[in-house]
């Protein structure tokens, strides 16, 4: 069963940055796209930025990212085959980025979600 375990959350002033971790057990993460999805309270999950599994477990090159809108500019998604790990990092934050934040891969194949991360950027 493949696990997902988020970390790297915290308190921030608007403005400052986080850098985000996902660590994932089993051979899914090689071979599937990524992503990074944020739930805000009240709110439904979503997506926030992707990013392709590249040409090997051990080549970057040919990895391709998405964002969304509202991250564009401000958020990187990065991936380490190697070690079977995804980074979010997330810079100029703003208050409405609040939220628990996940990974999974994209679209959505891991039916048991890790804890999250909680991500909370203060005024």
């Known amino acids: 069963q493949v696990q997902l375990v988020e970390s790297g959350g915290g308190l921030v002033q608007a403005g400052g940055s986080l850098r985000l971790s996902c660590a994932a057990s089993?051979?899914?993460?090689?071979?599937?796209?990524m992503g990074w999805y944020r739930q805000a309270p009240g709110k439904q999950r979503q997506l926030v930025a992707s990013i392709t599994s590249g040409r090997s477990k051990y080549i970057t090159s040919g990895q391709s990212t998405n964002y969304a809108d509202s991250v564009k500019g401000r958020f990187t998604i990065s991936r380490d085959n190697a070690n079977n790990t995804v980074y979010l990092q997330m810079n100029n934050l703003k208050p409405e980025d609040t939220a628990v934040y996940y990974c999974n891969t994209y679209p959505v194949m891991i039916s048991s979600w890790g804890q999250g991360t909680q991500v909370t950027v203060s005024s």
């Open positions: 089993g051979s899914i993460f090689s071979i599937n796209a």
